[in-house]
Protein backbone atom coordinates (compact mmCIF):
# COMPACT_ATOMS: atom_id res chain seq x y z
CA UNK A 1 0.00 0.00 0.00
CA UNK A 2 1.56 3.12 -0.67
CA UNK A 3 0.43 6.81 -0.06
CA UNK A 4 0.41 9.30 -1.83
CA UNK A 5 2.66 11.98 -1.47
CA UNK A 6 1.66 15.82 -1.36
CA UNK A 7 4.71 17.81 0.09
CA UNK A 8 8.18 16.71 1.42
CA UNK A 9 6.74 17.28 4.98
CA UNK A 10 3.23 15.14 4.61
CA UNK A 11 1.74 12.48 3.16
CA UNK A 12 -1.70 12.00 2.65
CA UNK A 13 -3.21 8.48 4.48
CA UNK A 14 -5.24 6.01 1.72
CA UNK A 15 -8.11 6.21 1.72
CA UNK A 16 -8.86 2.71 2.78
CA UNK A 17 -7.05 2.32 5.06
CA UNK A 18 -5.86 -1.16 6.68
CA UNK A 19 -4.70 0.22 9.79
CA UNK A 20 -5.55 -2.06 12.54
CA UNK A 21 -7.58 0.10 15.45
CA UNK A 22 -5.51 1.29 18.48
CA UNK A 23 -6.53 1.84 22.01
CA UNK A 24 -5.13 1.66 25.25
CA UNK A 25 -6.23 2.59 28.75
CA UNK A 26 -3.67 3.99 29.98
CA UNK A 27 -2.78 7.62 29.61
CA UNK A 28 0.35 8.00 27.59
CA UNK A 29 2.94 10.49 26.51
CA UNK A 30 5.42 10.72 23.46
CA UNK A 31 8.86 10.83 24.81
CA UNK A 32 11.66 11.00 21.98
CA UNK A 33 12.65 7.77 20.54
CA UNK A 34 16.61 9.20 21.92
CA UNK A 35 15.12 8.16 25.12
CA UNK A 36 15.79 4.55 24.39
CA UNK A 37 20.06 4.83 24.04
CA UNK A 38 20.41 7.71 26.07
CA UNK A 39 18.65 5.70 28.77
CA UNK A 40 20.33 2.51 28.31
CA UNK A 41 23.55 4.27 28.00
CA UNK A 42 24.12 6.54 30.69
CA UNK A 43 21.71 4.15 33.29
CA UNK A 44 23.82 0.91 32.28
CA UNK A 45 27.44 3.12 32.55
CA UNK A 46 25.76 5.17 36.07
CA UNK A 47 25.55 2.06 37.29
CA UNK A 48 28.77 0.60 36.25
CA UNK A 49 30.83 3.99 37.13
CA UNK A 50 29.22 3.78 40.37
CA UNK A 51 30.02 0.21 41.56
CA UNK A 52 33.54 0.94 40.50
CA UNK A 53 33.53 4.20 42.50
CA UNK A 54 32.11 1.93 45.49
CA UNK A 55 34.99 -0.92 44.92
CA UNK A 56 32.10 -3.14 44.04
CA UNK A 57 33.51 -3.79 41.21
CA UNK A 58 36.24 -6.80 40.36
CA UNK A 59 36.86 -8.52 37.20
CA UNK A 60 39.11 -11.41 38.60
CA UNK A 61 38.96 -13.56 41.42
CA UNK A 62 42.88 -12.33 42.11
CA UNK A 63 41.24 -8.54 42.51
CA UNK A 64 38.38 -10.15 44.91
CA UNK A 65 40.78 -11.61 46.64
CA UNK A 66 43.30 -9.27 47.14
CA UNK A 67 40.30 -6.63 48.06
CA UNK A 68 39.53 -8.87 51.25
CA UNK A 69 42.45 -9.29 51.95
CA UNK A 70 43.47 -5.94 52.15
CA UNK A 71 40.51 -5.32 54.93
CA UNK A 72 38.11 -3.99 52.33
CA UNK A 73 34.64 -5.42 51.19
CA UNK A 74 35.44 -8.88 51.40
CA UNK A 75 31.59 -10.18 51.89
CA UNK A 76 30.95 -7.70 48.22
CA UNK A 77 32.91 -9.83 46.18
CA UNK A 78 32.28 -13.02 47.84
CA UNK A 79 35.13 -14.77 48.16
CA UNK A 80 35.40 -14.95 51.67
CA UNK A 81 37.57 -13.32 54.28
CA UNK A 82 40.84 -14.41 52.89
CA UNK A 83 43.80 -15.55 55.35
CA UNK A 84 46.08 -12.90 53.96
CA UNK A 85 49.37 -14.26 55.42
CA UNK A 86 51.26 -12.40 52.85
CA UNK A 87 53.64 -15.31 52.41
CA UNK A 88 53.08 -16.92 48.68
CA UNK A 89 50.93 -15.88 45.22
CA UNK A 90 51.20 -12.95 43.44
CA UNK A 91 48.31 -11.20 45.37
CA UNK A 92 49.55 -11.84 48.96
CA UNK A 93 46.63 -13.58 50.11
CA UNK A 94 45.23 -17.55 50.76
CA UNK A 95 42.33 -19.35 50.39
CA UNK A 96 40.26 -19.55 53.92
CA UNK A 97 38.16 -22.07 53.12
CA UNK A 98 38.24 -24.74 50.78
CA UNK A 99 35.54 -23.17 48.89
CA UNK A 100 37.84 -20.29 48.51
CA UNK A 101 40.28 -21.86 46.41
CA UNK A 102 40.40 -20.24 42.80
CA UNK A 103 41.59 -21.93 39.45
CA UNK A 104 44.27 -18.89 39.12
CA UNK A 105 45.52 -20.11 42.62
CA UNK A 106 49.06 -21.99 42.64
CA UNK A 107 49.64 -25.54 44.41
CA UNK A 108 51.79 -23.52 46.57
CA UNK A 109 48.94 -21.40 47.72
CA UNK A 110 46.61 -24.42 48.51
CA UNK A 111 49.57 -26.08 50.62
CA UNK A 112 49.95 -22.74 52.45
CA UNK A 113 46.74 -22.52 53.84
CA UNK A 114 47.11 -25.04 55.25
CA UNK A 115 43.92 -27.35 55.64
CA UNK A 116 43.69 -29.88 58.09
CA UNK A 117 45.98 -32.67 56.87
CA UNK A 118 46.94 -31.74 53.14
CA UNK A 119 50.12 -32.28 52.58
CA UNK A 120 52.46 -31.80 49.28
CA UNK A 121 52.95 -35.80 49.41
CA UNK A 122 49.15 -36.19 50.11
CA UNK A 123 47.94 -33.78 46.98
CA UNK A 124 50.35 -35.32 44.54
CA UNK A 125 49.13 -38.67 45.68
CA UNK A 126 45.40 -37.91 45.51
CA UNK A 127 45.85 -36.66 42.17
CA UNK A 128 48.70 -38.36 40.72
CA UNK A 129 50.60 -35.12 40.03
CA UNK A 130 53.91 -36.00 38.84
CA UNK A 131 57.18 -34.02 40.83
CA UNK A 132 57.65 -32.80 36.98
CA UNK A 133 54.88 -30.17 37.91
CA UNK A 134 55.87 -27.41 40.46
CA UNK A 135 54.00 -26.12 43.00
CA UNK A 136 54.25 -22.05 41.40
CA UNK A 137 51.78 -24.43 38.71
CA UNK A 138 48.31 -21.98 38.58
CA UNK A 139 45.75 -24.81 39.72
CA UNK A 140 43.95 -24.07 36.17
CA UNK A 141 46.39 -25.33 34.33
CA UNK A 142 46.66 -28.82 35.50
CA UNK A 143 42.80 -29.03 34.62
CA UNK A 144 42.74 -31.07 31.14
CA UNK A 145 46.30 -32.19 31.84
CA UNK A 146 46.59 -34.30 35.02
CA UNK A 147 43.34 -37.12 34.88
CA UNK A 148 40.57 -36.53 37.13
CA UNK A 149 41.70 -33.45 38.68
CA UNK A 150 39.29 -30.06 38.29
CA UNK A 151 39.10 -27.17 40.60
CA UNK A 152 35.65 -28.54 42.26
CA UNK A 153 37.33 -32.11 43.02
CA UNK A 154 40.10 -30.24 44.64
CA UNK A 155 37.70 -28.58 46.65
CA UNK A 156 35.70 -31.32 47.96
CA UNK A 157 38.72 -33.36 48.51
CA UNK A 158 40.12 -30.16 50.93
CA UNK A 159 36.68 -29.83 53.03
CA UNK A 160 37.29 -33.61 53.80
CA UNK A 161 38.91 -33.89 57.14
CA UNK A 162 42.32 -35.22 56.44
CA UNK A 163 42.32 -34.62 52.68
CA UNK B 1 -3.56 -11.80 15.38
CA UNK B 2 -5.43 -14.32 12.83
CA UNK B 3 -6.43 -12.75 9.82
CA UNK B 4 -10.33 -13.17 10.48
CA UNK B 5 -9.26 -11.10 13.64
CA UNK B 6 -7.46 -8.58 11.58
CA UNK B 7 -10.52 -8.19 9.58
CA UNK B 8 -13.37 -7.68 12.49
CA UNK B 9 -11.62 -5.31 13.94
CA UNK B 10 -10.96 -3.45 10.82
CA UNK B 11 -14.82 -3.71 10.31
CA UNK B 12 -15.65 -2.12 13.75
CA UNK B 13 -13.14 0.31 14.72
CA UNK B 14 -11.63 1.67 11.31
CA UNK B 15 -14.13 4.92 11.52
CA UNK B 16 -11.86 6.29 9.36
CA UNK B 17 -12.46 4.86 6.28
CA UNK B 18 -12.88 6.70 3.11
CA UNK B 19 -11.10 9.46 4.67
CA UNK B 20 -8.22 10.59 3.01
CA UNK B 21 -6.07 12.82 6.05
CA UNK B 22 -2.88 14.57 5.58
CA UNK B 23 -0.13 13.70 8.30
CA UNK B 24 3.12 14.58 8.89
CA UNK B 25 5.94 12.33 6.89
CA UNK B 26 8.91 10.81 8.66
CA UNK B 27 12.18 12.53 7.14
CA UNK B 28 14.02 9.38 5.70
CA UNK B 29 17.18 10.62 7.18
CA UNK B 30 15.46 9.87 10.80
CA UNK B 31 15.88 5.97 9.97
CA UNK B 32 19.11 6.60 8.48
CA UNK B 33 20.68 8.54 11.87
CA UNK B 34 18.80 6.15 14.44
CA UNK B 35 20.94 3.30 12.46
CA UNK B 36 24.08 5.08 12.34
CA UNK B 37 23.89 5.27 15.84
CA UNK B 38 22.82 1.97 16.80
CA UNK B 39 25.49 0.02 14.25
CA UNK B 40 28.20 2.80 15.85
CA UNK B 41 27.00 1.99 19.56
CA UNK B 42 27.19 -1.59 18.71
CA UNK B 43 30.24 -1.67 17.15
CA UNK B 44 32.22 0.07 19.68
CA UNK B 45 30.46 -2.58 22.53
CA UNK B 46 32.06 -5.61 20.30
CA UNK B 47 35.28 -3.82 18.97
CA UNK B 48 35.61 -3.56 23.18
CA UNK B 49 35.01 -7.19 23.71
CA UNK B 50 37.48 -8.03 20.59
CA UNK B 51 39.91 -5.92 22.35
CA UNK B 52 39.59 -8.17 25.65
CA UNK B 53 39.51 -11.63 24.07
CA UNK B 54 42.75 -10.36 21.93
CA UNK B 55 44.23 -9.08 24.71
CA UNK B 56 43.79 -11.90 26.73
CA UNK B 57 45.50 -14.43 24.36
CA UNK B 58 47.92 -12.53 23.71
CA UNK B 59 48.98 -10.84 27.47
CA UNK B 60 46.84 -12.86 29.60
CA UNK B 61 44.33 -10.97 31.81
CA UNK B 62 40.98 -11.07 33.38
CA UNK B 63 38.83 -13.21 31.07
CA UNK B 64 36.07 -11.26 29.38
CA UNK B 65 33.39 -13.59 30.87
CA UNK B 66 33.65 -11.12 34.19
CA UNK B 67 31.53 -8.41 32.33
CA UNK B 68 28.74 -10.83 31.03
CA UNK B 69 25.79 -9.53 32.71
CA UNK B 70 23.97 -12.93 32.60
CA UNK B 71 26.98 -14.53 34.55
CA UNK B 72 25.80 -11.94 38.07
CA UNK B 73 21.70 -14.15 37.47
CA UNK B 74 23.38 -17.51 37.22
CA UNK B 75 25.37 -16.53 40.66
CA UNK B 76 22.93 -14.07 42.12
CA UNK B 77 21.42 -17.08 44.16
CA UNK B 78 24.84 -18.31 45.19
CA UNK B 79 25.87 -15.17 46.20
CA UNK B 80 22.72 -13.91 47.96
CA UNK B 81 22.94 -17.71 49.87
CA UNK B 82 26.68 -18.18 51.19
CA UNK B 83 28.34 -14.58 49.97
CA UNK B 84 30.18 -16.47 47.57
CA UNK B 85 29.89 -16.45 43.72
CA UNK B 86 30.09 -19.29 41.45
CA UNK B 87 33.40 -20.29 39.82
CA UNK B 88 34.22 -17.64 36.79
CA UNK B 89 31.98 -14.99 38.05
CA UNK B 90 32.88 -12.41 39.55
CA UNK B 91 31.65 -8.64 41.39
CA UNK B 92 31.53 -7.12 38.19
CA UNK B 93 29.20 -9.86 37.02
CA UNK B 94 26.72 -8.93 39.58
CA UNK B 95 27.25 -5.35 39.06
CA UNK B 96 26.27 -5.97 35.02
CA UNK B 97 23.10 -8.01 36.26
CA UNK B 98 21.89 -4.89 38.23
CA UNK B 99 23.19 -2.20 35.46
CA UNK B 100 21.02 -4.55 32.81
CA UNK B 101 18.31 -4.36 35.53
CA UNK B 102 17.89 -1.23 35.89
CA UNK B 103 18.24 -0.50 31.95
CA UNK B 104 15.21 -3.21 31.36
CA UNK B 105 13.16 -1.21 33.91
CA UNK B 106 13.75 2.03 32.17
CA UNK B 107 14.33 1.28 28.71
CA UNK B 108 13.46 -2.50 28.14
CA UNK B 109 14.98 -4.35 26.11
CA UNK B 110 17.63 -1.66 25.17
CA UNK B 111 20.33 -4.03 26.01
CA UNK B 112 19.96 -6.13 23.11
CA UNK B 113 19.19 -4.17 20.93
CA UNK B 114 21.64 -1.13 21.14
CA UNK B 115 24.85 -2.63 23.13
CA UNK B 116 24.53 -6.45 23.34
CA UNK B 117 27.45 -8.20 21.55
CA UNK B 118 26.03 -11.14 20.57
CA UNK B 119 22.88 -9.86 18.83
CA UNK B 120 25.27 -7.52 17.32
CA UNK B 121 27.23 -10.49 15.29
CA UNK B 122 23.72 -12.08 14.47
CA UNK B 123 22.51 -8.84 12.44
CA UNK B 124 25.58 -8.82 10.75
CA UNK B 125 25.57 -11.94 9.64
CA UNK B 126 21.67 -11.88 8.61
CA UNK B 127 22.76 -8.03 7.43
CA UNK B 128 25.30 -10.51 4.95
CA UNK B 129 22.49 -12.57 3.42
CA UNK B 130 20.57 -9.79 2.68
CA UNK B 131 22.74 -7.98 1.03
CA UNK B 132 23.51 -11.17 -0.83
CA UNK B 133 19.71 -11.34 -1.70
CA UNK B 134 19.89 -7.93 -3.15
CA UNK B 135 22.40 -9.31 -5.87
CA UNK B 136 21.39 -12.70 -6.14
CA UNK B 137 17.50 -11.90 -6.99
CA UNK B 138 15.81 -15.49 -6.81
CA UNK B 139 17.42 -15.66 -3.04
CA UNK B 140 16.13 -11.95 -2.12
CA UNK B 141 12.68 -13.12 -3.43
CA UNK B 142 13.42 -16.36 -0.92
CA UNK B 143 14.39 -13.98 1.70
CA UNK B 144 11.39 -11.79 0.89
CA UNK B 145 8.21 -13.98 0.56
CA UNK B 146 5.88 -14.00 3.77
CA UNK B 147 6.19 -16.78 6.83
CA UNK B 148 3.65 -19.27 6.59
CA UNK B 149 0.95 -20.50 9.07
CA UNK B 150 2.98 -23.62 9.18
CA UNK B 151 6.49 -21.96 10.39
CA UNK B 152 4.68 -19.25 12.22
CA UNK B 153 3.75 -22.25 14.21
CA UNK B 154 7.10 -23.74 14.70
CA UNK B 155 8.36 -19.72 15.32
CA UNK B 156 5.96 -19.52 17.98
CA UNK B 157 6.77 -22.88 19.67
CA UNK B 158 10.74 -22.32 19.60
CA UNK B 159 10.24 -19.07 21.31
CA UNK B 160 9.39 -20.50 24.34
CA UNK B 161 13.04 -22.27 24.50
CA UNK B 162 14.27 -18.64 26.22
CA UNK B 163 12.36 -19.99 29.52
CA UNK B 164 13.65 -23.15 29.02
CA UNK B 165 16.54 -22.11 28.86
CA UNK B 166 16.49 -19.64 31.27
CA UNK B 167 14.98 -22.32 34.11
CA UNK B 168 18.05 -24.55 33.16
CA UNK B 169 20.60 -21.77 33.51
CA UNK B 170 19.46 -20.19 37.03
CA UNK B 171 17.98 -23.66 38.05
CA UNK B 172 21.23 -25.36 37.40
CA UNK B 173 23.64 -22.43 38.60
CA UNK B 174 21.66 -22.74 42.24
CA UNK B 175 21.28 -26.31 42.49
CA UNK B 176 24.65 -27.23 41.57
CA UNK B 177 26.93 -24.09 42.53
CA UNK B 178 28.87 -23.97 39.09
CA UNK B 179 27.15 -22.57 35.85
CA UNK B 180 25.73 -25.67 33.89
CA UNK B 181 25.02 -23.30 30.98
CA UNK B 182 28.20 -22.01 30.46
CA UNK B 183 28.76 -25.59 28.51
CA UNK B 184 26.17 -24.73 26.16
CA UNK B 185 26.86 -21.22 25.76
CA UNK B 186 27.36 -19.65 22.19
CA UNK B 187 28.80 -16.24 24.09
CA UNK B 188 31.17 -18.37 26.35
CA UNK B 189 32.41 -20.13 22.80
CA UNK B 190 32.88 -16.58 21.26
CA UNK B 191 34.80 -15.43 24.45
CA UNK B 192 37.16 -18.37 24.31
CA UNK B 193 37.90 -18.40 20.28
CA UNK B 194 41.03 -17.57 20.62
CA UNK B 195 42.03 -20.85 22.21
CA UNK B 196 39.50 -22.85 20.38
CA UNK B 197 38.97 -26.26 21.42
CA UNK B 198 35.79 -28.33 20.24
CA UNK B 199 33.26 -28.03 22.74
CA UNK B 200 29.21 -28.20 22.83
CA UNK B 201 29.70 -24.29 23.30
CA UNK B 202 31.14 -23.74 20.06
CA UNK B 203 29.08 -26.83 18.14
CA UNK B 204 26.15 -24.15 19.31
CA UNK B 205 27.86 -21.38 18.29
CA UNK B 206 28.08 -22.77 14.63
CA UNK B 207 24.71 -23.41 14.92
CA UNK B 208 23.54 -19.85 16.22
CA UNK B 209 25.78 -18.61 13.36
CA UNK B 210 24.21 -20.51 10.46
CA UNK B 211 20.94 -19.48 11.47
CA UNK B 212 21.36 -16.21 11.30
CA UNK B 213 22.04 -16.21 7.23
CA UNK B 214 17.89 -17.16 7.39
CA UNK B 215 16.78 -16.13 10.90
CA UNK B 216 17.51 -12.56 12.10
CA UNK B 217 18.67 -12.95 15.50
CA UNK B 218 18.02 -16.94 16.39
CA UNK B 219 19.40 -17.22 19.23
CA UNK B 220 18.05 -13.80 21.00
CA UNK B 221 14.58 -15.16 19.45
CA UNK B 222 15.05 -18.65 20.82
CA UNK B 223 17.51 -19.46 23.46
CA UNK B 224 18.92 -16.03 25.19
CA UNK B 225 18.87 -15.99 29.07
CA UNK B 226 20.02 -12.65 29.40
CA UNK B 227 16.73 -11.79 26.96
CA UNK B 228 14.02 -13.65 28.50
CA UNK B 229 15.44 -11.98 32.05
CA UNK B 230 14.83 -8.92 30.73
CA UNK B 231 12.08 -9.38 28.89
CA UNK B 232 10.40 -10.18 32.36
CA UNK B 233 12.01 -7.17 34.40
CA UNK B 234 11.35 -5.19 31.17
CA UNK B 235 7.34 -5.80 32.15
CA UNK B 236 7.26 -2.94 34.93
CA UNK B 237 8.98 -0.37 32.11
CA UNK B 238 6.72 2.98 31.67
CA UNK B 239 8.55 3.12 28.11
CA UNK B 240 7.34 1.13 25.50
CA UNK B 241 7.25 2.01 21.52
CA UNK B 242 3.10 2.95 20.74
CA UNK B 243 1.11 2.95 17.96
CA UNK B 244 -1.39 5.25 16.68
CA UNK B 245 -3.99 3.94 13.90
CA UNK B 246 -5.00 7.66 13.29
CA UNK B 247 -1.65 8.63 11.60
CA UNK B 248 -0.83 4.54 10.42
CA UNK B 249 -1.20 3.22 7.20
CA UNK B 250 -1.56 -0.04 7.91
CA UNK B 251 1.33 -1.06 5.54
CA UNK B 252 2.97 -3.48 8.03
CA UNK B 253 6.33 -2.05 7.02
CA UNK B 254 7.12 -2.00 11.01
CA UNK B 255 6.44 -6.04 11.31
CA UNK B 256 8.38 -6.84 8.33
CA UNK B 257 11.18 -4.59 9.72
CA UNK B 258 11.15 -6.12 13.69
CA UNK B 259 14.49 -8.23 13.70
CA UNK B 260 12.11 -9.67 16.48
CA UNK B 261 9.42 -10.80 14.34
CA UNK B 262 6.86 -8.94 16.25
CA UNK B 263 3.44 -7.91 14.95
CA UNK B 264 3.56 -4.67 15.83
CA UNK B 265 0.82 -3.38 13.64
CA UNK B 266 -1.50 -5.16 15.02
CA UNK B 267 -0.37 -3.83 18.32
CA UNK B 268 -1.23 -0.46 20.12
CA UNK B 269 1.83 -0.78 23.30
CA UNK B 270 4.49 -3.29 22.54
CA UNK B 271 5.10 -4.68 25.64
CA UNK B 272 5.76 -7.98 24.44
CA UNK B 273 9.00 -9.20 26.21
CA UNK B 274 10.92 -9.97 23.14
CA UNK B 275 10.74 -6.03 22.04
CA UNK B 276 14.72 -5.23 22.05
CA UNK B 277 13.70 -1.74 21.81
CA UNK B 278 16.03 -1.35 18.88
CA UNK B 279 14.01 1.31 17.00
CA UNK B 280 13.86 -0.47 13.72
CA UNK B 281 9.55 -0.52 13.25
CA UNK B 282 10.40 3.60 13.97
CA UNK B 283 12.67 3.92 11.66
CA UNK B 284 10.67 1.93 9.09
CA UNK B 285 7.35 3.76 9.48
CA UNK B 286 7.05 6.81 6.74
CA UNK B 287 4.28 8.36 8.94
CA UNK B 288 6.24 10.59 12.03
CA UNK B 289 3.01 10.50 14.44
CA UNK B 290 2.21 6.64 13.63
CA UNK B 291 4.72 5.08 15.86
CA UNK B 292 7.28 6.22 18.31
CA UNK B 293 8.51 5.97 21.85
CA UNK B 294 5.88 6.59 24.63
CA UNK B 295 5.63 6.44 28.43
CA UNK B 296 2.96 5.21 30.35
CA UNK B 297 1.35 7.33 33.39
CA UNK B 298 -0.34 5.32 35.65
CA UNK B 299 -3.29 6.44 35.31
CA UNK B 300 -6.34 6.48 32.33
CA UNK B 301 -5.59 8.72 29.33
CA UNK B 302 -8.73 10.66 28.66
CA UNK B 303 -9.09 9.70 25.21
CA UNK B 304 -9.86 6.00 26.47
CA UNK B 305 -12.25 6.82 28.70
CA UNK B 306 -14.79 6.40 26.34
CA UNK B 307 -13.51 2.56 26.80
CA UNK B 308 -15.27 0.41 28.79
CA UNK B 309 -13.10 -0.60 31.80
CA UNK B 310 -13.31 -4.24 32.72
CA UNK B 311 -14.71 -3.37 36.31
CA UNK B 312 -17.49 -0.66 34.11
CA UNK B 313 -19.01 -3.75 32.22
CA UNK B 314 -22.25 -5.35 33.43
CA UNK B 315 -21.84 -8.40 35.22
CA UNK B 316 -23.04 -11.62 34.00
CA UNK B 317 -26.29 -12.83 35.24
Known amino acids: MTAARTTSSTMRLPARSRAVPTSTRLATRRVPAVAIPLLAVLLGGGVVVAAQATGHWATTGRDAVATAGGGGAAASDGTGPGSGTGTSGDTGTLPAAPDDVKGWMTLQQVLDATFPGVTEAGLRARFAIPATIGLETPLKDLDGVISGFDVATLRTWLSTPGG | ?317
Open chain 2, 1 to 317: MAIEDREAALDAGNDRRGERREVPRRPVSWGRRTRLVRHSLQAVVLGYVAWLVLGRAVAGGSSPESLCPFGGFETLWTWLTTGRTVAHTHPANLALALAITVMALAARGSFCGWLCPLGTIQEALYGVARAVGRAIPPLGRWQRRPAGAGWRRVDAVLRQGRWVVLAFALGGAALTGTMVFREVDPWSAVLSVAEFELSLAFAVLAVMLVLSFVVPRPFCRYACPLGAVQGLISKASPLAIQRDADACLGCDLCTRACPMALQVDETTRVTDAQCIGCLECVAACPSQDAIGISVALPWPSSRSLDLPLERDKEPAR
